[in-house]
């Protein structure tokens, strides 16, 4: 759809054509940007990566009246760098119009600097938690005369527990306030707020493929070994401009940073118990290509729109099989090819056929000599003679995790599982040519 075909204020088109380098609209935005025009209420599902920002970022500042001075539109958003990275795309319209005024309120800034600004800003973005404190608790600023509310990743701001916090301050605006909200998927916490706060609305969902066509999938297992050692053995397997690796848990974040810190890669992490400074810094020096690997959180890296993702490392399979999904989105994208691994155990095949169950084309590999081997899909047909090995693997492992240990026991332990898996491979040959001779 051409950029022109909605009436939009000069500094707005100028953004858009100019600044921005806009030459035609996302199917999200060429659908909900009418919409938001006309002042409907809207919710919108789709992927990071689709556009969303600027469908709600056109309509709501094109909205706005810079010679009125009040507050008249709030972005929700679940993070502190989804926040900043919003504020910095809605500062691109605001170059281009110098009365328009803008205010990201997050944690990890001066807040009694914020409580002694005096001017009014248009647009505040900011964390559900301090604009409750600013806007409700302090009562900084007048909220009656908000007429749009964005909530973005609104799925995301339920599973972080800041309910409370929007609903209060949706209690507190005016019933003819118009409300565009974002999600990943419609969850059953997503559908009650939609029951309370949107009687009348658009819903707008952008069907995407799970993942991006141009992207290979492909599965590792363990076989007894740990996480971390298998996530070291993959990353001198690989060469990526970027990667992205995923945790479940912060502390396994925490760990695997450590890990390969002490490997010498170039890595950076991101997750929600880093200090406000820490967090700045590293996504400053991350929107700068300064590192070759990022180690995230599902929450903390959700909605954040990192470019240029060449790799995407799972080290387990998500509790919710959609996140799988979130996390591959973030690479493929613009055209470009992507390589996606995932750890997993043998207990864990039921929770890998759900992949392929949702048309993912799954490559099954092994790691030999510091490169990625595709290996035949029917390789587990032994899975009883598998699993055995494995205990056996798992027994050497158990032993080198002791407090205690001796010298060298790494490379002593090396051993004994290269002859265990020796003897292992010995005693299939000989039952296959055992089984060749009775067939003769």
Known sequence: MNIKNFELKRFVLDTLINTKKFSKYTDIQSRIIPLALKNRNVIGVSETGSGKSDAFLIPTINKIDVETDS???II???????????????????????RLKLMLL???????????????????????????DILLENALFNISTVQTIVIDEIDMIFEMKFLQDVDAL?????????????????????????????????????KNNKTASNVNHYALALKGKSREDTLVDLTRSIN?????????????????YETLVNEGLNVTIIHGDLDARTRRRNMKRIENNEFQYIVASDIAARGIDI????????????????????????????????????????????????LTNNNIELKYIQLRNNKVRIIDKNFKSNKKLDESLNQKIRKVYNLTNKK??????????????DKIKKDYRRKQIKK???????SE
């Open 71 to 73: 507050l008249q539109a």
């Open 76 to 98: 929700i958003t679940p993070t502190r760098e989804l926040a900043k990275q919003i504020y910095d795309k809605a500062s691109d319209y605001a170059q281009n119009e110098e």
């Open 106 to 132: 997050t944690g990890g800034f001066d807040r009694q600097r914020t409580l002694g600004r005096t001017s009014v800003p248009h647009l505040i973005i900011g964390t559900p938690a301090r604009l409750k």
């Open 170 to 206: 949706m209690s507190k605006l005016s019933d003819t306030v118009q409300t565009l909200a974002f999600s990943a998927t419609i969850n059953k916490h997503v559908q009650h707020f939609i029951k309370k706060y949107l009687t009348s609305h658009e819903l707008i969902e952008i």
């Open 240 to 256: 990526p401009y970027l990667c992205l690796i995923f945790a479940s848990k912060k502390e396994l974040v925490d760990k695997y």
């Open 307 to 354: 470019e240029g993702v060449s790799h995407v490392i799972s080290t387990d399979l998500p509790y919710d099989i959609e996140f799988y999904f979130h996390r591959a989105g973030r690479t493929g994208r613009m055209g470009k090819s992507g390589e996606c691994f995932v750890f997993y155990e043998e207990r864990e095949q039921k929770t890998l056929n759900k």
């Open 404 to 417: 205690k240990v001796k010298p060298n026991y790494k490379k002593k332990a090396q051993r004994e599982i």
């Open 432 to 438: 296959r040519i055992f089984k060749e001779g009775k």
